[in-house]
T-cell receptor
Framework: SQQGEEDPQALSIQEGENATMNCSYK?????LQWYRQNSGRGLVHLIL?????REKHSGRLRVTLDTSKKSSSLLITASRAADTASYFC???????????FGKGTMLLVSP | KAGVTQTPRYLIKTRGQQVTLSCSPI?????VSWYQQTPGQGLQFLFE???????NKGNFPGRFSGRQFSNSRSEMNVSTLELGDSALYLC????????????FGPGTRLTVT
């Protein structure tokens, strides 16, 4: 079953703009991760944020986590055409290693 | 380090047949998980193996099975294929101490006709 719901389902921006996508989840989590998927290929791990962290940065990526609202956001700054992909959030619960994914946000970055 | 590899990358099978997919994890990773991705259901967990033992199983029928070998390589098998089994099957591996931080292979695209 799907734990997370990404919002928006699709996002279209121009190169150089920032892209923000959100993820909401239903139950308590241990960690939340973001993955990228290009054209139905494998998932690429982007960033992991633990339940006791509020914000994390990695290059052009910024992730925030609000456990009180059960939500997270992924910000990609200065988007490039190569960022065009689907982005998924995945959560795991304490004591469990299985990941539960949202349905993803499709990001299109136009040159 | 080489990433997770999956073979074959593409497969076409007929209803009623069976299929075996293979996954080689990142060197040093002993946990292997399998996921099914379809347009309708999204990404769903199938099962997880660690040290040749199934540690977790998702909500899939018994036609879906798997195993792990002593070198951590894993296979999954689907018997009596149905049209609805058409999907991208993704394998992921992780370190023993961080089973939730999973690294995915390119997937096997299975088409059932």
């Amino acid at each position: 079953s799907q734990q997370g719901e990404e919002d928006p389902q699709a996002l279209s921006i121009q190169e150089g703009e920032n892209a923000t996508m959100n993820c909401s989840y239903k139950t308590s989590i241990n960690n939340l991760q973001w993955y990228r998927q290009n054209s139905g290929r494998g998932l690429v791990h982007l960033i992991l944020i633990r339940s006791n962290e509020r914000e994390k940065h990695s290059g052009r990526l910024r992730v925030t986590l609000d456990t009180s609202k059960k939500s997270s956001s992924l910000l990609i700054t200065a988007s490039r055409a190569a960022d065009t992909a689907s982005y998924f959030c995945a959560t795991d619960a304490r004591g469990y290693s299985t990941l539960t994914f949202g349905k993803g946000t499709m990001l299109l970055v136009s040159p | 380090k080489a990433g997770v590899t999956q073979t074959p990358r593409y497969l076409i099978k007929t209803r009623g047949q069976q299929v075996t997919l293979s996954c080689s994890p990142i060197s040093g990773h002993r946990s292997v998980s399998w996921y099914q991705q379809t347009p309708g259901q999204g990404l769903q967990f199938l099962f997880e193996y660690f040290s040749e033992t199934q540690r977790n199983k998702g909500n899939f029928p018994g036609r879906f099975s798997g195993r792990q070998f002593s070198n951590s390589r894993s296979e999954m098998n689907v018997s009596t294929l149905e049209l609805g089994d058409s999907a991208l099957y993704l394998c992921a591996s992780s370190l023993e101490g961080q089973p939730y931080e999973q690294y995915f292979g390119p997937g096997t695209r299975l088409t059932v006709t």
